[in-house]
């Protein structure tokens, strides 16, 4: 996949875990090492790298 699918994915899982299902999330931020999440500045969401 390239990086733009990748984001698009952890994005979507992200919708995903909001409506209440979080197991495709971790599993991706566990596979991939990439998560979601609202940021520090007004809740916007931004894409992050887990060491």
């Keep these: 996949m390239t990086g733009e699918q990748i984001?698009?994915?952890?994005?979507a899982l992200y919708l995903r875990s909001v409506g209440?299902?979080?197991a495709e999330a971790n599993r991706f931020a566990r596979t991939?090492?990439?998560v979601f999440r609202a940021g520090r500045e007004?809740?916007?969401?931004?894409?992050e790298h887990l060491s």
């Design 32 to 34: 991939c090492g990439l």
């Design 7 to 11: 984001e698009s994915v952890a994005y």
């Design 42 to 47: 007004a809740g916007v969401l931004q894409l």
């Design 20 to 22: 209440g299902s979080v």
